[in-house]
Nanobody, 120 residues
Framework: VQLQASGGGFVQPGGSLRLSCAASGSGFSIVRMGWYRQAPGEQRELVAIITSGGNTNNANSVKGRFTISRDNAKNTVYLQMNSLKPEDTAVYYC???????????????WGQGTLVTVSS
């Protein structure tokens, strides 16, 4: 399994960014994909997740501002981030929860982080 994340960058408060994460590989099925973030000196926290069926769950801190979506045909998940605040500054990590087809085992896989900086 490989996860390729992109879309981070620098933005002023109130601005928008869109993160993308594409999953590749074979021999597994995707249960859910999502985004976590980790600010300096803080623990990694959930931002938003989406299941294969399209059910979503967002952290309270981003509700109404961030939207997670996915393209099942492309095995890609997106995070549209609007009304960004300085406290959204963090390294954002893509995550995949899947099942190995050969033995039915569950696994969790992390992509490389992408830095989002919100500052004036």
């Amino acid at each position: 399994v490989q996860l390729q994340a992109s879309g981070g960058g620098f933005v002023q408060p109130g601005g928008s960014l869109r993160l993308s994460c594409a999953a590749s590989g074979s021999g597994f099925s995707i249960v859910r994909m999502g985004w976590y973030r980790q600010a300096p000196g803080e623990q990694r926290e959930l931002v938003a997740i989406i299941t294969s069926g399209g059910n979503t769950n967002n952290a309270n801190s981003v509700k109404g501002r961030f939207t997670i979506s996915r393209d099942n045909a492309k095995n890609t998940v997106y995070l549209q981030m609007n009304s960004l605040k300085p406290e959204d500054t963090a390294v954002y990590y893509c995550n995949l929860d899947g099942i190995t087809v050969s033995n039915g085992s569950n696994f969790k896989h992390w992509g490389q982080g992408t830095l989002v900086t919100v500052s004036s």
